[in-house]
């Protein structure tokens, strides 16, 4: 699975958009992004992910580059409860289980 | 449907004492995992299986062992703690179908004196 590269720490006014960049530079063609979030101490929890075209949900936004070496977490309208941990992963859909987890981006939404 | 369980949620041993962390989950995921997380650190893959009977090792295997009887637990076994085992360990699930999603369970903060 191909590995990721995310700053370690980000600010975000409230109420504004958060960008959060992710470089997976060496991704394969049949590997996803997919984002999840650690609030505090909590299990991790799922954002959303892709494969190559741009997605949305009710949380947030993924825009993948056309080359799919890098994408950005887009969180709309931020709010202090957006305050975490995000993870970029790739990985192999139904690849046995193996996630890899790097460090994160620590984001944190300031009043 | 309660998700993901771990019991117990704080737990400290000494130095060579045994203990299984319990994982259980109740929605019919074929595939369970067990990942720690280190103080500022992200998480790291323990063991996996990817249905009942059937389990494998992830990236920091040693000193842990896990068995899959049923579809629903997935307990984790401490043999002998050490200091370094120190850590809050997550239990995760996901379907084999569809988006793949893991669900995460709350944790059990283990400390090895």
């Known amino acids: 699975d191909a590995k990721t590269t995310q700053p370690p720490s980000m600010d975000c006014a409230e109420g504004r958009a958060a960008n959060l960049p992710c470089n997976h530079s060496?991704?394969?063609?049949?590997?996803?992004v997919y984002w999840y979030r650690q609030i505090h101490s909590q299990g991790p929890q799922y954002i959303i992910h892709?494969?190559?075209n741009n997605e949305t949900n009710e949380m947030a936004s993924l825009i993948i580059t056309e080359d799919r070496k890098s994408s950005t977490l887009i969180l709309p309208h931020a709010t202090l409860r957006d305050t975490a941990v995000y993870y970029c992963?790739?990985?192999?859909?139904?690849?046995?289980?193996?996630?890899?987890f790097g460090s994160g981006t620590k984001l944190n939404v300031k009043p | 449907n309660a998700g993901v369980t771990q019991t117990p949620k704080f737990q400290v041993l000494k130095t060579g004492q045994s203990m299984t962390l319990q994982c259980a989950q109740d929605?019919?995921?074929?595939?369970m995992s067990w990942y720690r997380q280190d103080p500022g650190m992200g998480l790291r893959l323990i063991h996996y299986?990817?249905?009942?009977?059937?389990?494998d090792q992830g990236e920091v295997p040693n000193g842990y062992n896990v068995s899959r009887s049923t579809t629903e637990d997935f307990p984790l076994r401490l043999l002998s703690a050490a200091p370094s085992q120190t850590s809050v360990y997550f239990c995760?699930?996901?379907?084999?179908?569809?988006?793949?999603?893991?669900?995460f369970g709350p944790g059990t903060r283990l400390t090895v004196l």
């Open positions: 992963i790739v990985r192999v859909l139904n690849n046995f289980n193996k996630f890899y």
């Open positions: 060496t991704i394969s063609g049949n590997e996803y």
């Open positions: 892709g494969l190559k």
């Open positions: 929605m019919n995921h074929e595939y």
């Open positions: 299986s990817v249905g009942a009977g059937i389990t």
């Open positions: 995760a699930s996901n379907t084999k179908r569809g988006t793949d999603t893991q669900y």
